[in-house]
């Protein structure tokens, strides 16, 4: 159940990441209220989560994970450029996540 809040508190950071970047710098209010929104329900599920989870396991699982899909959203979604370079970075985050995790204490 951990795993599963966790996924949810990854996938509310990320819109609200992507929400941030349509908010015009908080200029524009639904997309500044879905940022804040977001955040908050992220941080509140990354809570819970802890409860049960080591919080090195977890944070690096959240952060990771949400940085490779902020990253993958930016090329598909926003327009940022596509290289070799970006694709292998997300990749090197994904490879540390799964190391983290496969070492972190249980």
Do not use: N
């Not at 992507?18 to 599920?45: C, E, H, I, N, Q």
């Not at 694709?87 to 972190?104: E, F, K, N, P, R």
Request: glycine share 12%.
């Amino acid at each position: 159940m951990a795993y599963l809040t966790l996924a949810c508190a990854i996938l509310a950071e990320v819109l609200a990441t992507t929400s941030m970047k349509y908010s015009d710098g908080f200029t524009r209010l639904w997309p500044s209220l879905g940022t804040a929104a977001g955040y908050l329900l992220a941080f509140v599920l990354l809570a819970q989560a802890l409860r049960t989870m080591s919080v090195g396991t977890a944070y690096a699982i959240w952060s990771g994970a949400g940085t490779a899909l902020v990253a993958v959203i930016g090329m598909v979604f926003v327009g940022e450029a596509v290289s070799a370079a970006r694709i292998t970075g997300i990749l090197l985050v994904i490879a540390g996540v799964v190391v983290l995790s496969l070492g972190g204490g249980h």
